[in-house]
């Protein structure tokens, strides 16, 4: 990309110009390519997630080392707590991959930004004989004055005669039948705006000719009664534009990212234990000694004893808690899986979240409403538009600067490159903030799946899903999602990605003298919105918090201990049979073993076994 960029486009202080034309087909090229970009940055960042994880999955000996201090660890899910119980350089690669992500969410949907041409335009006051009369006409006769409006100022070319204005004129004569005429009140409409992107040269025609000062400073002059024709030469463009240094940042950390998953797949010795079958198949190949005992446990019973684990003596209570009330133990909701302390911090920072962006909403209607008489819904998705910018004279969100006010301009930043780059991370923010809501709803839903599937092994004998299958072993999903879920999570995450580039974004005003020619390319650079995407975004990720709790009010299929992905809680369900030492690689199934099989406890002895179990509700066996 950043070659293609660099041989196609025009560069002016640093800004790359890929096309210029129609507003409506620049609009339509800047929206295709940000659906390429977020389409592309949600595979990396897919990727760069799964990486994570991976470094963060613990193996067996760092199970084995935090069980002998009683501390457990998370198998299956992100995690940061397991990122303390590893080997050093896990934590440095995972911090690595952390921070690469950083520049992808902050600039990478503004490599494309369109920007609104906002023109310098010459004015000249003229008889009305210049307007209708074709023959030669002298013109110092005929034009007294002429001048030119730049952003802010109105300064003085010309006074009646001279060469320079005689040519002036001569050229304004001959271009007349481009001009359109406007009566009074559309002049004012068409002048009076912040940034002028579709008109440019202007010609006041008036019955007499004795204008003063103040009648030509500022726009006075619009309403004055001598005023009774505007004619104007325009040519409406925007131009869409290309940042190759941001292109080179994300560019450089892409690298980093490719060359430590390289490494990942094909470097690391030992392999992690990725998903719960991963664990269940390490405990029952060599079970844990320090879990060997206690019984049955939840996640709950685990974070409950964890100061006194991993001396057994006071787990037994657990166990026999379990054994004698198995019938009265209700079928836990999947939500339970998840701690009430990750369900509120979720919760909360998706509402607070959700708070901010309809506060913004709010603000960014109440400005459109005030500067214009268009519906807020009719700006489209992601069209820079004068009156939809974050700073200005008409009243929007930010306003206050006089003329060309903007964000960048508190700073004196100088150099429109570093001006647009400046902008480019305030503009980018809520990519950030969705981002790290999305991993945390994301992380819910990990865990309540998990849970799903160690449910699922109490109700009917399966193979196990592992990372690496043997025998009669499953491969597993993508992590510890089914594809039916993890796929429409990732495009979900794609298209919010997208609805948030065309909601909030890098809004460029390029000024252009009265001839056409680019004089600035960054004259203005600030946030532009978009009202109709914000809804839209807004609504979509409320829904999908509501989907997840509404799944999570959905119950297990039997009343197995929630071990969610506590390494403690799974070890613990995983003693087995004594003398049966391949069932991993079978169809197994948990439950009360035969009392035949119990020689360490009195009463039932529960665990994964490929043989028979009795009913968890004691109404006979399951099947071999």
């Known amino acids: 990309m950043a070659v293609w960029i660099h041989n196609s486009a025009e560069f002016l202080s640093g800004i790359g110009i890929l ?12 929206m295709w390519a940000h659906i390429g970009i977020n389409a592309i940055s949600t595979l990396l960042l897919s990727a760069s997630n799964y990486a994570m994880q991976c470094f963060a999955a613990p193996t067996r000996a760092d199970i084995d080392r935090a ?7 998370d198998i299956g899910v992100p995690s940061l707590r397991n990122l303390r119980h590893i080997p050093k350089w896990k934590p440095l690669l995972w911090w690595m991959l ?8 902050l600039l990478y949907n503004s490599v494309f930004y369109m920007s609104l041409s906002s023109n310098d335009y010459n004015v000249y006051f003229a008889a009305e004989q210049f307007i209708q009369d074709a023959g030669s006409i002298p013109p110092a006769e005929i034009v007294v004055e002429a001048g030119q409006f730049e952003m802010g100022k109105f300064d003085f070319l010309y006074s ?3 060469e320079a204005m005689t040519a002036h004129i001569r050229e304004l004569k001959n271009d007349l039948a481009s001009f359109e005429k406007l009566d009074n009140a559309q002049c004012m409409r068409a002048y009076t705006k912040e ?27 619009f309403t004055h009664e001598a005023v009774d024709a505007s004619k104007n030469v325009y040519l409406p463009y925007d131009c869409l534009n290309a940042s190759l240094s941001i292109v080179a940042v994300v560019a450089v950390c892409n690298t980093i990212k490719l060359i430590i998953m390289v490494w990942l797949a094909f470097g690391m010795r030992h392999a992690p234990i990725m998903t719960v079958g991963d664990a269940i198949t390490s405990f029952l190949r060599k079970p844990d000694e320090t879990t060997d005992g206690i019984g049955p446990l939840s996640y709950a019973d685990v974070t409950d004893i964890v100061r006194l684990w991993p001396h057994h003596a006071v787990q037994s209570d657990k166990a026999t808690d379990f054994q004698t009330s198995t019938t009265n133990h209700e079928k836990k909701s999947w939500l339970s899986a998840a701690s009430d302390a990750r369900v509120t911090w979720t919760v909360t920072c998706v509402f607070l979240s959700a708070v901010v962006a309809g506060s913004f909403l709010g603000l960014a209607i109440g400005a459109i409403q005030t500067a214009s008489e268009r519906s807020p819904f009719s700006f489209g998705f992601g069209k820079v538009n004068g009156i939809a910018l974050a700073s200005g004279q008409s009243g929007n969100i930010g306003g206050g600067a006089e003329s060309a006010g903007t964000i960048t301009s508190l700073l004196k930043i100088n150099d429109p490159k570093t001006r647009v780059l400046g902008t480019v991370v305030l503009a980018n923010l809520p990519q950030l903030i969705f981002s790290l809501n999305y991993f945390l709803m994301n992380a819910l839903v990990t865990i309540v799946y998990l849970a799903k599937e160690w449910n699922s092994y109490s109700v009917r004998r399966k193979p196990l899903r592992v990372s690496s299958p043997q025998g009669v072993q499953r491969s597993t999903y993508f992590l510890s999602l089914p594809y039916r879920v993890a796929i429409p ?11 948030i580039s065309q909601s909030v974004f890098l809004a460029v005003v390029a000024r252009y003298d009265p001839y056409g020619n680019l004089g600035d390319p960054a004259q203005v650079s600030t946030l532009g919105f978009s009202p109709l995407p914000m809804v839209i975004t807004l609504g979509t990720g409320i829904l999908l918090l509501l989907s997840i709790l509404t799944l999570g009010l959905w119950r297990f299929r039997s009343v197995m201990p929630v071990a969610s992905s506590c390494s403690a809680a799974i070890a613990a369900a995983c003693h087995g049979p004594t003398g049966e030492t391949d069932a991993f690689l079978k169809p197994v199934i948990w439950g009360p073993l035969p009392s035949s099989n119990s020689d360490s406890m009195a009463g039932n002895h529960y665990g994964f076994t490929s043989g028979a179990v009795k009913s968890l509700q004691g109404e006979g066996r399951h099947k071999k």
């Open 19 to 30: 096309f210029r034309g129609e507003c409506d087909k620049v609009s339509q090229y800047n």
């Open 67 to 73: 069980h002998q201090v009683g501390k457990w660890l």
């Open 98 to 105: 952390a921070l690469s992500s950083l520049p992808i969410y």
């Open 160 to 162: 009646s005669g001279g």
């Open 195 to 221: 940034y002028l992107d579709d008109r440019r040269t202007l010609i006041l025609a008036s019955n007499a000719l004795e204008i003063n000062a103040t009648t030509v400073h500022g726009f006075q002059y």
């Open 489 to 499: 999570l990732m495009i979900v995450s794609g298209v919010m990605h997208w609805l």
